[in-house]
């Protein structure tokens, strides 16, 4: 089976993407970029407001994802960290980067770290990591930035690391279909391992779900490799299980009701709008099928007026007049 990107098109990926990183920023710098932990005062990050950017000759708005202030180790000054979250692979997205940093720089006057997750299914290629210009000559500008392919990565090389965005992540990885069961098991056992605060497990575990919906098959496979995990790590891993069949029992019985309440006024409106034809025939006689239709087509505080001005009407002209001048 085939899993494609538009399985999850539906997903407010970039906001998934913010929350994650946002809530675990040291951790996710310290899994793809622990050189940077090295001078990073890990006490002094401020997130900053979203820049929006609007390009011109497309037309089109832009919203960053991710600025992050922080401080240098033991120094004064201040520099930023920008990430990009990228569900979809862009034409000339290197060159977008660039236009974000010109306009960062010149707004804040810092120096910029820039970062992309690309985490797309495909293409599988090596995603372009910076954006130049050059001519025959000499080169004027090459601007490079840093990029966590997801698709590039393999999952079974994070199975041991001891992160909250390691669990996460792996579930938008390299992964061949066979292995989403297992994949999903094994975000699942990394994350109970991790002892996070409830609030935290319920964010990682649903961006687990989120990713790696299963199929019926898939779900018993899961629950096979489920029951290989040791006693204490499997306890876990079900209550989570048991709190996503919960949720999405609640959300059933939620939409249930909903549809019941519409379904009941829709029947309502109908018995309304059946009442006023039977009145309009007794007391006009027969009106043709054009004018009923027109009357079944009013919504209902039109239908509640028309009930009561029927009594001032003589005839169907009288009708089609009172119609006429809604």
């Not at 990565?153 to 909250?164: E, G, T, V, Y």
């Not at 390691?166 to 999903?184: F, G, Q």
């Not at 009442?275 to 004018?291: A, H, M, P, S, V």
Request: charged fraction near 30%; aromatic fraction near 10%.
């Amino acid at each position: 089976m085939k899993f494609k990107e538009d399985m999850t098109e539906n997903i407010d990926h970039g906001r998934l993407f913010k929350e994650l990183i946002s809530t675990f920023f040291i951790e996710f710098i310290e899994l793809f970029f622990p050189q940077v932990l090295e001078y990073i005062d890990t006490e002094s990050i401020i997130f900053l407001d979203k820049e929006i950017f609007t390009d011109v000759t497309a037309g089109d708005k832009y919203e960053t994802d991710l600025i992050a202030k922080v401080k240098f180790l033991g120094q004064p000054s201040y520099f930023v960290i920008h990430i990009e979250a990228e569900s979809g692979a862009r034409p000339k997205f290197n060159q977008r980067m660039f236009r974000y940093f010109a306009r960062l720089d010149e707004k804040l006057d810092l120096p910029i770290y820039p970062i992309v997750i690309f985490s797309y299914n495909s293409p599988k290629t090596v995603a372009v990591n910076n954006y130049q210009i050059n001519f025959p000559d000499f080169q004027v500008l090459k601007f490079n930035y840093q990029v966590v392919q997801l698709n590039q990565l393999n999952w079974r090389d994070f199975l041991a690391r001891p992160n909250p965005v390691a669990s996460a992540l792996m579930s938008k990885m390299s992964i061949v279909p066979e292995d989403r069961p297992k994949v999903k098991a094994e975000c699942l056992r990394l994350l109970v391992t991790l002892k996070l605060n409830p609030a935290k497990m319920q964010l990682i575990s649903g961006f687990i779900d989120t990713y790696l919906r299963l199929n019926k098959i898939e779900k018993e496979k899961f629950q096979t490799e489920i029951g290989t995990l040791i006693k204490e790590e499997k306890e876990e891993v079900m209550q989570i299980v048991t709190s996503w069949m919960e949720e999405g029992i609640e959300k059933g019985i939620e939409k249930g009701i909903e549809r019941g309440i519409e379904r009941g006024i829709e029947r309502g409106i109908d018995r309304e709008k059946n009442l006023i034809l039977r009145q309009i025939n007794r007391k006009f006689g027969q009106i043709d099928l054009e004018l009923a239709t027109e009357i079944r087509s009013l919504n209902i505080e039109i239908i509640e007026a028309l009930a009561e001005a029927i009594f001032d009407l003589d005839d169907v002209e009288d009708l089609q007049n009172w119609l006429d001048n809604l």
